[in-house]
């Protein structure tokens, strides 16, 4: 937006809402919870590697829940499992954001019919983007991370027509 008149004067001056600014400064540091349940965290590992690198895109790994504001699913939830992962998501701090990595987290993939299977994550905690695939490739992750980022860009700011 183009404040008219001020450019005259003002030469490099640039204006925005707090909201843009603070939401620009949560897209672009995701920390993500280190945290992998099964064969889909070899390709969440392999996006923090060099050929994807998401540090690249401001998303390092954090170890503990209480650094992160990302957690990454990845892999099949068991029901012995979810009050862990439910933990976990407590534990981090606001605002949080959840990946759903690959079938087996998003609707229990292969093992759906299984008695201790849980029919995806988004039972337990809310996801906020899913990735596809079984495993779903580290440039699938990087695009999810990427439209999570354009979401938290967009929280609390008024789109102006």
Not at 12 to 36: C, D, K, P
Request: glycine share 10%; hydrophobic share 45%.
């Amino acid at each position: 937006m183009r404040i008219p008149g001020v450019w005259q004067w003002l030469p490099g001056i640039v204006t925005a809402r707090l909201q843009e600014l603070v939401n620009w400064g949560r897209a672009n540091s995701l920390w993500y919870l280190l945290f992998g349940l099964a064969c889909c965290a070899i390709e969440m590992m392999a996006a923090g590697g060099t050929r994807t690198d998401l540090d690249r895109i401001g998303s390092v790994f954090r170890a503990s829940p209480r650094q992160a504001d990302l957690m990454i699913v990845s892999g099949t939830v068991t029901e012995k499992m979810a009050p862990v992962v439910k933990t976990l998501y407590d534990q981090m701090a606001e605002p949080k954001f959840v990946v759903s990595m690959g079938a087996c987290a998003t609707n229990g993939g292969p093992y759906y019919q299984g008695y201790n299977v849980v029919d995806g994550v988004d039972k337990i905690i809310p996801v906020d983007v899913y990735v596809a695939g079984c495993p779903p490739r580290p440039e699938a992750l990087v695009h999810a991370i990427l439209k999570l980022q354009d979401k938290v860009r967009r929280i609390g700011v008024a789109h102006e027509a």
